[in-house]
């Protein structure tokens, strides 16, 4: 298997645009996290989803910020509109069932500059 | 306060140990896991350890687990320079993992 894909790799934006993320699980896996890393609050959960059912959104900060998980293999972030402190690293991480959901495994990330 | 504490910084000589140390406060997990996140890249899990274990011991790696006094550190045995990364200490709580706030641990030649 691949592992988790995320893309874009990098995204660079202006404020007030829409962005959208996007990340491919690893097959079989059920459960799908957003995590979003910066300096300043180190990694911080977004969003996990169960079976594409989300489960846990107390972490997304605000009504810009959105996720789906139209099917297992596919899950997107999206951000609208885009603001400069929403510049970070967001990973997308997959695990294989509640009995090891502890056990992550990270995408690469997306690095986002919103300018 | 915070709920997993790290030190932000580590440095270390080739060759010499690295110990990276992790404090928390509440843990009711069954796990506790160390994660390592290289330059440019996602985390990944190193290893971890049965709460009810005081170490456990996986190659150059040694987990130790002091649940009285709430202390779990790894320590890096013959320090290489492809341990530069970034490690974590991670927790489930409420039924999500929570990371500390990551070492950097930095290798001198």
């Known amino acids: 298997d691949a592992g988790v894909i995320q893309s874009p790799r990098h995204e660079v934006t202006e404020m007030g645009q829409e962005v959208t993320l996007r990340c491919k699980p690893i097959?079989?896996?059920?459960?799908l996290f957003w995590y979003r890393q910066t300096m300043m609050r180190g990694l911080e959960l977004l969003i996990y989803?169960?079976?594409?059912?989300?489960?846990?959104d107390s972490g997304m900060p605000e009504d810009r910020f959105s996720a789906k998980m139209p099917n297992a293999s596919f899950s997107t972030l999206k951000i609208q509109p885009s603001e400069p402190r929403d510049s970070a690293v967001y990973f997308c991480a997959s695990s294989q069932d509640s009995a090891t959901n502890e056990k992550l495994f990270f995408g690469s990330g997306t690095q986002l500059s919103v300018l | 306060g915070e709920d997993v504490e790290q030190s932000l910084f580590l440095s270390v000589r080739e060759g010499d140990s690295s110990v990276i140390n992790c404090t928390y406060t509440d843990s009711s997990s069954t796990y506790l896991y160390w994660y390592k996140q290289e330059p440019g890249a996602g985390l990944q899990l190193l290893t971890y350890?049965?709460?009810?274990?005081d170490m456990k011991q996986d190659q150059r790696l040694t987990v130790l687990l002091n649940k009285k006094d709430k202390h779990l550190s790894l320590r890096i045995a013959d320090t290489q320079t492809g341990d530069s990364a970034i490690y974590f200490c991670?927790?489930?709580?409420?039924?999500?993992?929570?990371f500390g706030t990551g070492t950097r641990l930095t290798i001198i030649p």
């Open positions: 097959s079989g896996h059920d459960y």
């Open positions: 991670a927790f489930p709580r409420e039924g999500k993992l929570t």
């Open positions: 350890i049965f709460s009810n274990m």
């Open positions: 989803f169960n079976n594409n059912v989300p489960i846990d």
